[in-house]
């Protein structure tokens, strides 16, 4: 039976491991018309969709479209093309990201801005671009999926004090995370109070802006984000203890419950202070 009305959902970084089953998951549920993967690669992307598709009921459309988190003529062009194609989105899940292996001999320094960039940057102007068609949608979810390793304690007392303000705006956000950015091109970010883990940082900032969303959105979009564990996919080399498909849970539930909260983490870890 065809959903009614129409449905869509936009996952980014779906062609494979946890983005794939949050694809494939949303798909199954029921609740959706139509699913978009957004992907870097076309051809993974045609793949991943067949392989979607064949797994759905035929009353649901995959389909792949190229995004390029981190470049802004790409985000530009996926929602245009969301905009003549829809005209809304219910529910977006940034899911996205990039880490540098342990091995990589690139020095930290060079690290920190693709990661940032990726992560945190790319990732908040695609969704301030993406907003307003999820206003436009029907009970419309914001899904970012972030990390345990983005917990605020791994920053100084007075650090801590900024993210958690409840009245942060993206700006101030953003001059944050810049911050960090000079902080390690000038050697200093240890003396500062940034922790060494870029990812860490950047999945920091990917918490605090869920938060100012949340604010900001409400109560039109429920904006939530997640961890979804240590998962065997690329990025962790397959080392994870946990499968791509029971790690993609935690962001498909803020995505479908009824009735979500708003500005919340889901994980399976109990954290006193994220």
């Not at 003529?73 to 219910?90: I, T, Y």
């Not at 007075?158 to 700006?171: G, H, I, R, V, Y």
């Amino acid at each position: 039976m065809m959903v009614t009305p129409p449905r869509v959902a936009v996952v980014t970084g779906a062609n494979k491991g946890i983005g794939f089953y949050i694809a494939l998951q949303l798909g199954l549920s029921g609740l959706f018309s139509n699913i978009i993967i957004g992907c870097r690669d076309a051809t993974r992307g045609a793949t991943a969709c067949q392989e979607i598709q064949q797994q759905v009921a035929d009353t649901v459309k995959v389909q792949s479209m190229a995004l390029t988190i981190g470049d802004r003529n790409s985000h530009s062009e996926f929602c245009k093309r969301m905009e003549e194609e829809f005209g809304k989105v219910d529910v977006l899940v940034n899911n996205a990201g990039f880490a540098y292996k342990g091995s990589d001999p690139t020095p930290f320094a060079g690290q920190t801005k693709k990661t940032l960039d990726t992560n945190f940057f790319g990732l908040v102007d695609f969704t301030e671009q993406m907003l307003p068609l999820l206003r436009q949608g029907k009970d419309p979810r914001l899904v970012n999926v972030a990390s345990m390793s983005g917990r605020l304690k791994q920053v100084s007392p007075e650090l801590q004090a900024k993210f958690s303000d409840p009245n942060l705006t993206m700006e101030q956000l953003q001059e944050l995370i810049k911050k960090f950015d000079r902080d390690v091109q000038n050697g200093i970010h240890r003396e500062e109070g940034w922790s060494n883990s870029n990812y860490g940082i950047s999945k920091l900032g990917v918490i605090a802006a869920t938060r100012i969303w949340a604010r900001q959105e409400a109560p039109i979009i429920a904006v939530n984000c997640c961890c979804p564990g240590y998962c065997a996919t690329d990025m962790s080399s397959h080392k994870g203890s946990r499968s791509a498909s029971d790690g993609a849970k935690n962001a498909v539930i803020p995505a479908i419950m009824d009735n979500p909260p708003t500005g919340e983490f889901f994980s399976d870890y109990a954290v006193s202070q994220w």
